[in-house]
């Protein structure tokens, strides 16, 4: 079972500049989670989709950040424009269902991240 | 506070020896997940509880719900073990905690 996927790895640009993440989660999955995660902190939520519904996007910022999952399966994360502190690693994650009820539907899974530095 | 808390942040142990990572939460859950996280790389999930002990190789993960506290221990670790654990749990949305960075040295 191929897991999810996402590109680029890294990405090094300028402050004011804008920059794409993409995620592909793993066939079948509902749920698809962009999170960031700052160096030496846990993952923060920046949205939840279900199929191709929002779900949650309470810490998402706005004003700068957007993101889609247009036919309910992969997604693109973007931001425009980028702040030195949008420095981070972007985790894609899956999940069949959403609920987070019952041993299965619940279980997470993460892609590699794609680690942003802006200069 | 945060709502989720781990302890110890740090670890460091001797091949062979028997770990216990902690996690303490504040809110009603319906489930928490222990996850791994190997430096530079991305994370894995080890274990999804809502109660009693789940064990796989040399992974348990332990859940008290009354309590609202979990443990993940690793018998006989290994260097391979080394990498941040995170707790992370279900409540109206998923909550992390910050890590407990584990490092095992031969």
């Known amino acids: 079972e191929a897991g999810v996927a996402q590109s680029p790895r890294y990405k090094i640009i300028e402050k004011r500049q804008s920059v794409a993440f993409w995620c592909n989660p793993i066939?079948?999955?509902?749920?698809l989670y962009w999170y960031q995660q700052i160096l030496g902190q846990g993952p923060k939520l920046l949205i939840q989709f279900q199929n191709n519904g929002v779900v949650d996007d309470s810490q998402l910022p706005k004003d700068r950040f957007s993101a889609e999952r247009l036919k309910g399966v992969d997604s693109t994360l973007k931001i425009q424009p980028a702040k030195l502190e949008d420095s981070a690693v972007y985790l894609c994650?899956?999940?069949?269902?959403?609920?987070?009820?019952?041993?299965?539907?619940?279980?997470?899974?993460f892609g590699e991240g794609s680690r942003l530095t802006v200069l | 506070k945060n709502e989720v808390e781990q302890s110890p942040q740090n670890l460091t142990a001797q091949e062979g020896e028997f770990i216990t990572i902690n996690c303490s939460y504040s809110?009603?859950?319906?489930?928490l997940h222990w996850l791994q996280q190997h430096p530079g790389g991305g994370i894995v999930s080890l274990f999804m509880l809502s109660s009693g002990k789940k064990k796989h190789g040399r992974l348990i993960a332990t859940i008290n719900i009354q309590e609202k506290h979990s443990s993940l221990h690793i018998t006989a670790s290994h260097p391979r073990d080394s990498a941040v654990y995170i707790c992370a749990v279900r409540s109206n949305k998923l909550i992390f905690g910050t890590g407990t960075r584990l490092q095992v040295f031969p």
């Open positions: 066939s079948g999955h509902a749920t």
């Open positions: 809110v009603g859950i319906s489930a």
């Open positions: 994650a899956s999940s069949l269902g959403g609920g987070g009820v019952g041993p299965y539907t619940g279980e997470l899974f």
